[in-house]
């Protein structure tokens, strides 16, 4: 089976995180992906940190199967590389600060009026127009901005998600923004022009909590890890210092637990624990009640108990328990990813299709492909030469 996105080529202005997820999902799927990288350093994701054996583990994460040119869009004959690069896309993403592609001729609405088949996908923080739209926005802002901190968190104190929420979501619609434009054009030919903002995709994500908020006119308060609308639904101590979750869904799964992991099979029909309204109200009760038991397990035997029971539950890992986690070795998930400084372990995609498996590509070092990118575009060496003379290529090669 051909890749998806075989023939599809993806030209990307992109830095940090959003648009670089967007893209390197699409290579994964098959594309051609040819990251524009600044002469002086690239992406400045490169620089995060250095955990990766001197690369940035973000870099790493969000770069493999792409090719990385550098060109200066400061100088003219920079701006007419990219203009050369752009005229062979199927797709253009860029995630610049506000207005600055418009500025460099890259607009969507200026390539879209040269290239009708093009799809531009521009991401930003909040969108164009409106009084937020020439706002900076990272990652930890938007959180804060829609909302998603104050219901993130202990009771005490609000705090961002431990991964770039906003970020990743608005990525992720970035992806299904643009496969849904290739289908597009698929049927009639024209490209069209896709526009992310990470505050709205954002606001997207409070889904529950903003129609909860808008009908009571109460915002959710912070959980932990609980639930304020179910319970029981915590993590639990046991007996060898671990702890586990458990969250049951429906009345039925709470009879089931009662009488099989409890021992106390009287409380599927007492009123005041029968039901998970019920139960919400009384709380601490049923926390108490829960961890009390599961206090005399070790977390293995709890989990064996509930897996007998089919409770939902699971184990609190730390990250690191991730990376030996016998789901994921059984399934076959990981594979070498080539880098500049060898070769690291990487999660296959998690889309996946049967009768081909989709590449992990290798993460390129800073204008890596530049001189293949050039030569492909069909320019001779004098041309070459002259762009270098001109500062345009920077430390390219």
């Not at 202005?13 to 799927?29: F, G, I, K, S, W």
């Not at 002086?40 to 995060?48: L, P, V, W």
């Not at 202990?154 to 496969?179: C, E, F, H, Q």
């Not at 954002?202 to 179910?230: D, F, V």
């Amino acid at each position: 089976m051909e890749l998806p996105l075989a023939g599809v080529t993806v030209v990307a202005l992109e830095q940090a995180v959003a648009a670089p997820l967007a893209t390197r999902h699409l290579a994964d799927l098959g594309a051609r992906v040819v990251k524009v990288e600044r002469p002086d350093g690239g992406d400045f994701a490169r620089s995060y940190d250095h955990s990766v054996r001197g690369l940035a583990s973000h870099f790493v994460w969000l770069n493999r199967g792409k090719e990385s040119i550098t060109l200066d869009l400061k100088t003219p004959a920079g701006r007419s590389v990219l203009t050369d690069l752009v005229a062979g896309a199927d797709v253009f993403v860029q995630n610049l600060a506000p207005g600055a592609a418009a500025r460099l001729g890259f607009g969507a609405a200026e390539l879209r009026a040269r290239h009708p088949r093009l799809i531009t996908v521009d991401l930003s923080g909040y969108g164009a127009g409106g009084p937020y739209q020439d706002r900076r926005a990272y990652d930890m802002l938007i959180q804060c901005e829609t909302g998603l901190a104050s219901v993130t968190g202990p009771p005490d104190r609000p705090a961002k998600t431990g991964v770039p929420a906003s970020d990743i979501a608005a990525g992720m619609y970035a992806l299904s923004g643009t496969l849904a434009a290739l289908v597009g054009r698929a049927r009639t030919g024209e490209g069209s022009a896709v526009e992310i903002a990470m505050f709205e995709a954002t606001a997207e994500w409070l889904g529950h909590q903003l129609h909860h908020t808008q009908a009571t006119g109460r915002s959710p308060g912070r959980a932990g890890l609980s639930h304020p609308a179910i319970a029981p639904y915590d993590a639990y101590p046991t007996a060898d210092g671990q702890e586990v979750l458990i969250g049951i869904q429906n009345d039925r799964e709470w009879a089931r637990f009662a009488a099989g992991f409890l021992d106390r099979p009287e409380l599927a029909d007492d009123p005041a624990w029968a039901t998970n309204v019920a139960r919400v109200r009384r709380r601490r009760l049923v926390d108490a009640l829960v961890g009390g038991r599961t206090a005399t397990m070790t977390a293995a035997e709890a989990i064996r108990r509930l897996d007998g029971l089919a409770i939902a539950c699971a184990r609190l890992n730390q990250v690191g328990d991730l990376l030996d986690h016998p789901q994921l070795a059984a399934r076959d998930r990981w594979r070498p990813v080539a880098t500049p400084v060898g070769e690291v372990r990487g999660l296959l995609p998690p889309f996946g299709f049967a009768g081909v498996e989709l590449p992990m590509g290798p993460v390129p070092a800073l204008g890596e492909h530049t001189g293949a990118v050039l030569d492909g575009l069909g320019y001779p060496p004098a041309r070459v030469a002259a762009l270098r003379a001109a500062g345009a290529l920077g430390l390219a090669e």
